[in-house]
Structure formats: C-alpha cells, structure tokens
C-alpha cells in the first residue's frame, strides 16, 4: 500500500545535517560515523581544523531508497527556517526572518534540483497528484516521490505580499507558527493569539488557495485562527494530547474542529509526541525504556477514530529525521522503509483495508485533491 | 568625524555569517559579540563586520558571497557538502538572504555599470539614505548545477566568481590540494565568460590557476588574496601570478587573514590561542608589493574576507571592525601614495574592472 507522509523535512537533513538524501541509509551513517575519513595532509588544508557546528545528531532514519522500499511515495515536503527567539529550539533556529527566509529558499532549492535529478516529482495540483498515484501503481526503483511543499512555519514569509510567490513557487500548505513565540504569533509552549500581522497573511494564504495547517498554534493562536479561516485546514505533525499532553498535541476539541472541516489530523512518529503523561526526566511508570514504538502511534489512531467515529481524518506525518537530528524516532523504526509494518499494527488491530488505505494515504490524497478542486 | 572614504570590499562571506553562524548582521558589532555563544567564538572568532560597522567604515559597496562547497571531511565548519544539489540549495539559500535584505532596504544589487554610477553617486551625495551596494560573487562554483545554469545565476545578479575553494571542487582544484582543473570546468568556464562574469582566480590549486588563466576569455580578478613573495604557501599569489593579474587587467583584494598576512601565525593552532604580530601596515606591504610590479597602483584593492572564518583575533592588531579599515588612508598616504592612488585602491580599481567586464557581455 502506498504511503503518504504528512511531513517530512527532507530539505532540512540534506542541509543542515549534510546528507546526500539519494544514498541509501547505510551510507548516510557510515558517513556519519567518520569512519573513512582520512584528513589530508597537504601544509594548506583546512580538514584538520575541528569546530563546534557538528550536530549532536541521531542516526539517519530517511534517504530516497528507503522511503521507495517503504512505498512511501509521497510526502509533505518541508521548507524550514525561523525565527526562534523563544521555546525549545531557540538555540537552534535562526535570529532574523531574513534567514528565515533564506532557510526556506535553500530547501526550496534543494528540492527543486532533486526534481531536476528525477528523484522527486513536484504534487501541486489533481493533475500531478494523479501522476503520481498513476506511478505508485507500479514503482520501480527509480519512482520519484511525489512532494507536496509546505511551509513549516510562517517567519519565512516575508509579508502578506509574498504569499503568491511563495505558491507560484509551489508551496501549498503553511502552518503560522512553530514552537514558542513567532513572527505571526504565539506557537505551542507559549501563550497568547496571533498578531495583527498574521490577518493579512491568513487573507493572502487563503486567496491563493494554500491550505492551513494548524499545528504548533498556541491555545488563543488556534482559536483566533480559526475565528477568522474559512479554507480547508489540517494538521501536519501532532498526536491526541488525551494520550500525551505535549503542548504541540491536539486536544479533542481540536481534533473535532479539524475534522469537522473536512481536515485531517497526520499523527507524528515523535516519542515526545507519544509518551504518556510524565516527563523526560521521570517517565511515567510501566513505559518502555527504549521508548514508545509504533504501536504508541496506533493508540493515537485508534483515539482519533474512535473520538470522530471513524478513520477518514487520520493520517501519518512522521517527522522522521527532523527535530535538528535529535533521535526521537519510535523504538522499532530503524529506517522509513519500517513504515509498512505500522499498518501490518493497524490490520492486526482489526482496521479494514478500506480503512488501512485511507490512514496510509487515501485521507491526505481526498484532502489535499479538494482543497485543489475549490473554486478561487 | 570626517566622511569615510568610500570603501569597496571585495569578498565578505555575509549571508554565512549570518545563516551558518546565525548573527544579525542589521545590529551593531557589539550586540553580535554580546550574543554570540562562546564555542562559535573560539572556532569563528570575534565579529567583526556587520551593516551598522560597513557603514561606519565607508564600506558602500561590498561583493557579498555566495558560500558553499563539496567538502564532505568538513569537520570545521561543518557545512561542506557531499553532492552540488546540496550545495545549490545552500547557495541559493544564501542569495535569498541579500534579496530579502535588498527587499528590506538595506542592501541593493550592483548588476550593470549603470547601477554602479548611480550608486556611487548617491552614495557620496546622501550616504546614510542609500542602502550598501552588493556585487552577487560566488566562492566556489558548486552551488551552480552546470553551464546551463549560468543564465539563471547571472539573472540572480551573479557577478563574479571563484570555481574552488578549499579541497576539490566538481570543477577544479582548490587550496590545499594539487592538480588543475577537472573536465567540467571549461563549459563553465564558457558560460560565464561570455554572461560578462568576473573570474576570480583566489582558490585555485597552482596547476588549475594556470589551466584557468588559459582557458577563460574574460576578465579576471583575485578577490581575497596576498603575495608568495611576502607569505610563503599555496593560498598566496606567486609573483608569476601577481604579473599574469596585471597583463589581463585584473585586480587584487588584499585581505586582513593573519593566516595570509603573518609569516609568524600558528595554522595549527586556533585563533583564539593566539594574536597576530602584524598591523594594517603589514596589508600596506602585500598593496605595496603588487603595485612595485605594476609599477603603479591599478591593480591594487581590498577584499577584507573579515569574518569569512576568522574574526578579531586573527586580524591585524590595530583592527576592531572592519570601520579601521579607513586607517589605511593615513598609512598609504605616509608611504606616499596619492589621494588619487588611494581612491583606486579604496574603490575606484574594482569599479572600473567590474564595469569593463560587464560591458564585454556577449550573450
């Protein structure tokens, strides 16, 4: 069964941790590991100077060979960059929107010259979307996967003026925010609305047709956003803060609200994202040591099914290989090409096959051909 | 304080610096030291350049760089690459960042000769309105996919370029390694000598110099760069090379490295762990010796590369910011240059090569 992620920041790997996404995961950490590096010794080389900008980075879990092996022949494709002034990651995001607008056109570019390879196919409108389903029928090993570009966090538009360039350059989904504070307003782990600047950027986004993703809101954010967002909305990367109240996960309501909408919820692979109440200091008790596995990811399925009475909201975005390289995968997810065997989980579980094909991507695919056949 | 005289510096690495070290360039130098965590300190130094300092130091035009290059034993920066599609996505990343600062007012993009007239102009007319005039040039050629993409580059606003940097590039031969160039290099080559883009010979390895000087038809220049004769190793030009500069009517940009300026400076040892013994004066030797050749100061410019891996410490003593970089009008001026000299030197040599390049476009 083909599968379809919800979010992926493929861009971000390659460049920020320097892995060359059309090698196989074997030599993206053999790579890693230093292990065939010989410094030169020629008297003008640099190579044996040493800096602090090496990444404390967790073995790679995606390269295009593996995600082909997985059948996970689309994705929502990321453009990252930020201005990360609070929150978690504030060490690691950027300081100004111009970088985080730079960050964004690097990714951008990336993709763009991978597409040039033939490794990825653009997904920006029903047509390309049919193309690439047409091409997973019968993959072969040079199936390029299908990328739908979405913004990871709104600092990376400049203004509201920009929006249509950034569509033009075939970006079609934009969350507002990220963790903290942001350009547009309060993320998750901060508190308050939006600002002023964000209701112009809500208007342009929903003139060119983008779809909004509303994970990583704030409580107010969300719900001033939607007070004002009439497009279709989804979730790109959160779970049910039911089963684990991290502040990036969707209570509920939320859940409803999206659903009710016609969105879909892509449920994250992140172990923080998945664990039970506790905290990373003091796990809950009777949690697994090596951490949450796939099978955490099912009883978040199962929530939301069970919460909206059925499974046409629920989807995957893992956000394998994200989190700046931090390894928060699920115990049993060596590579993405594990990826099948959450849906093997599902079938074991007594989901239909109707059902398992619309988790794995039939709900990402019905939403994303909607939000392209409306009328603008 | 007397108006700056207007300073062009040709090669600054300012979209790294920003994106790669994460610095706001918009703020003053001393907020970038004050933010600055300590392990980007001690392996980048101190900061020395940011757009509030350009200004300061009379900097209206700066060749801004597109950085990034295959280099996959990086463990300094940590940003060499594997395969030019990264490279492309780093590079064009960095040309976003001059455009959204263009966008925001600060900079502006020098692309024909016209443009640079008109901001010079300005500049000296109402300095502090007129944002700081940036040559799009490249260090290394990776982030360019091939020949064909040049077009697309040149549209951006791409100027001038080098095709390595340190290691070997997908087209040449670099510093710190031995050989010329590779076979991809001469449609390059090509393309850019006939969009009217400057080459920069600072990077190669010694036999690619010499196979590039060959094979390129158009202008050439050296960016970053200081002599053999002075400071022995591969990363200095040779007199040979200096001489070949001249004959094609290039320029020199003589940077403030101590690595390329102190014959006493410890490679081997981090910057932080030790001071340079040398001050502006010792640039002033490296302009001196090109011009003793030339026997005048035409190819004579300054191309600072001020925090293009390396900060305050590795610098010149006398130099904070790069705003003392205006004290080399008193110290050429006490070794008997004329103001006209020094205004060749300070901007007007890269002016006139920038433009008569540019006007040798054929495509």
Known sequence: VLIADGHLPLAASALALRRDLTQAVPVLRERESGARRVPSRHK??????????????????????????GRVGLAVALLGGRVQTSGPDQARGGRTREVAYAIARSHLAYYRALVGEGELAWVRDVAELDACLGAWERPTARTPVGVILAIECADAILDAAQVAEWHRAGVRSVALTHLGLHVYGHGAHARGGLFPAAYPLLDALAASGIVLDLGRLATLALRETLDRWRGPVWVSHANAAA????????????????????????????????TPPGTDAAPAAGADAAGPSLSAVADHVDHVCQLLGGADHVALGTGLDGSFGRDVAPADVDTIADLPRFLDILRSRGYGADDVRKIAHGNLVRFFRAAWSRPR | MTTPLLLVDSHLDLSFSAIQLQRDLTVPVSAVR???????????????????????????????????RIDPNDRWTATGMYVQSQCHGIGVGHLAYYQALERAGVLRFLRTPDEVDRHVADWEGDGERTPIGLVLAMESADSILGPEQVPEWYEAGLRMVSISHYGVSSYAHGTGTEGGLLPRAKPLLDALAAHGIILDLTHFADQAFWEAVDAFGGAVGASHHNCRALVPGQRQLSDDMIRVLIERDGVIGVACDAWMLDTRWERELPGCEQRAHVTLDAMADHLDHIAQMAGSARHCGIGSD??????????????????????????????????????GIFSGNWLRLLKDAWRRKTT
């Open chain 2, 306 to 343: 001020l925090d293009g891996g390396y900060g305050q410490e590795q610098s010149p003593l006398d130099l904070d910011t790069i705003a003392d970089l205006q004290r080399l009008v008193g110290i050429l001026d006490r070794r008997g240059y004329s103001m006209a000299d020094i205004r």
């Open chain 1, 44 to 69: 003008d080389s640099l190579e044996r100077r040493v800096g602090p900008l090496l990444a404390g980075q967790g073995p790679a879990r995606v390269g295009l060979p593996e995600m082909r092996a």
């Open chain 1, 243 to 274: 089963l684990a109240p991290a502040p990036e996960n969707l209570g509920d309501e939320a859940i409803r609200a999206v659903a009710g909408r016609g969105g879909v919820v892509s449920l994250a692979c992140s172990a923080a994202l998945l």
């Open chain 2, 34 to 68: 004050a933010h600055d965590p300590e392990p980007l300190v001690r392996s980048f130094g101190t900061c020395t350049v940011t757009f509030p300092e350009l200004r300061r130091g009379g900097v209206g035009i700066v060749f801004g760089t597109v950085m990034t």
